[in-house]
């Protein structure tokens, strides 16, 4: 069986991750796909759980993220087509990185809309605190506004709709302009 590859989508919140990861994953040339929301693996822990944009939860980050690659490598040598949806910045990209050189397919997607409409999308749909979740969302835009050598992987999700959005998302993994490098 061949293996399948791992496409992780991210960006802040509000740029669209879940709605396109969902859509990329039903959409797959694949025989088999799986959508992994990361944010799932958060909900696992039961006590000790630290938010995980403090800068205290550095540690249990890095557990968390390190228990969806695994898992993530798994369904990939089922054969599966793993959609990873989540924030995972540059500073998280160890793992994968790892696996690449496991001889993983691994590429890297982010999802970045400017900073007012991210905003706009991330606050109308917020369930917690208007003021504490729009501080944490302008942080994690700020995150993922100038990415160095991972501009490349951008798609600007301003004014493209999820049709549109998931036809590019498509078109770079298919030329691999978003292949993750050992």
């Given amino acids: 069986m061949e293996n399948g590859r791992i496409i992780v989508i991210t960006g802040a919140p509000g740029t669209g991750k879940t709605t396109i990861s969902a859509v990329v994953a039903r959409e797959s040339s694949m025989e088999k796909t799986t959508h992994m929301h990361t944010d799932d693996f958060y909900h696992y822990l039961c006590k000790g ?24 490598k798994r369904y990939a040598c089922g054969g599966y087509d793993v959609i990873v949806d989540g924030i995972i910045g540059p500073w998280f990209l160890e793992p994968w990185r790892n696996i690449v050189q496991e001889g993983y397919e691994v ?57 549109n959005t998931v036809a590019a998302i498509k078109e770079k993994v298919a030329q691999k302009e978003t292949l993750l490098k050992e």
């Avoid at 403090?54 to 695994?70: C, D, Y």
Wanted: hydrophobic share 35%; no cysteine; glycine share 4%.
């Fill in 49 to 72: 759980a630290i938010p995980p944009y403090l800068p205290e939860s550095k540690g249990q980050n890095r557990v968390v993220i390190e228990a969806f690659t695994e898992a993530a």
């Fill in 107 to 163: 590429h890297y997607v982010v999802l970045r809309a400017d900073k007012k409409e991210t905003m706009r999308r991330a606050i109308e749909r917020s369930k917690s605190d208007r003021k504490t979740n729009g501080e944490i969302v302008e942080i994690m835009w700020e995150q993922f506004s100038n990415l160095g050598a991972y501009e490349k992987n951008v798609i600007d999700t301003t004014h493209l709709s999820v049709e």
